[in-house]
């Protein structure tokens, strides 16, 4: 596997369920990224891990959760959410620091009824 | 708040012509970093183009460069011999450096159809 990768390519929950989303990354990068992206809108930065450890945390509600084990998996944990959390959830990943650049995943397409 | 803003909703080219995607942004900061996104259908969001702030010289990535106008804060695209496989969204992304963390700010994309 190179580049960034993310699992499930497609979810389809209810709003009691609890799921997770995955994303390995094969770059050597140390900073990871969760964005949120829902029709007609841009992309929103939720999560933003360096190092391990949380930097950025976008107001996001605490129905989703992020987890980030090492610099190289991101997970986001998903419970009990609304129908308007539906969208296409990317992942992200980066070398941290001035001069490098954010490559994405291929996203999971969330829905929830 | 930095604010990145896309004008142009659609855009449509004829293959083999050329097409220029319109970008401006609002920041009070010096130093930062300018990006063009595409987004097939597929949903990767793939890196075209990027340019430095404090570089003059626009960036060229083969058929893809800039017009990057700093006084003016506008960062447009110009797809050269534009191919069928250009067909996609494309993002403007606004990044700066905060606490160590860069933070994209992006557009609403131009959704780009190429007519053959």
């Known amino acids: 596997e190179t580049g960034v990768t993310q699992t499930p390519r497609h979810l389809v929950m209810g709003m009691t369920n609890k799921k997770s989303l995955k994303c390995e990354q094969h770059?050597?990068?140390?900073?990871m990224y969760w964005y949120k992206q829902s029709a007609k809108k841009p992309l929103e930065l939720m999560f933003v891990?360096?190092?391990?450890?949380?930097?950025e945390n976008n107001s996001v509600p605490s129905r989703f959760s992020p987890e980030c084990p090492n610099s190289s998996h991101l997970f986001l944990h998903l419970h009990t959410l609304q129908p308007e959390d539906s969208a296409l959830y990317l992942c992200?990943?980066?070398?941290?620091?001035?001069?490098?650049?954010?490559?994405f995943g291929p996203g999971t397409r969330l829905t929830v009824l | 708040a930095q604010t990145v803003t896309q004008s142009q909703p659609e855009m449509s080219v004829q293959e083999a012509e050329t097409v220029t995607l319109s970008c401006t942004y609002d920041?009070?900061?010096?130093?930062?970093?300018l990006f063009w996104y595409k987004q097939p259908p597929s949903r990767q969001m793939i890196l075209v183009i990027r340019?430095?702030?404090?570089?003059?010289q626009n960036a060229t990535e083969n058929r893809f460069s800039v017009n990057f106008q700093k006084a003016a804060k506008s960062f447009s695209l110009k797809i050269s011999d534009s191919q069928l496989g250009d067909a996609a969204m494309y993002f403007c992304?606004?990044?700066?450096?905060?606490?160590?963390?860069?933070?994209?700010?992006f557009g609403k994309g131009t959704k780009l159809t190429v007519n053959p």
């Open positions: 992304a606004y990044r700066r450096l905060q606490g160590g963390s860069e933070k994209l700010v």
């Open positions: 920041t009070s900061e010096s130093d930062y970093y």
């Open positions: 340019q430095e702030a404090y570089k003059q």
């Open positions: 770059l050597g990068h140390n900073a």
């Open positions: 992200a990943s980066s070398r941290a620091g001035r001069e490098d650049t954010q490559y």
């Open positions: 891990y360096n190092f391990k450890e949380q930097t």
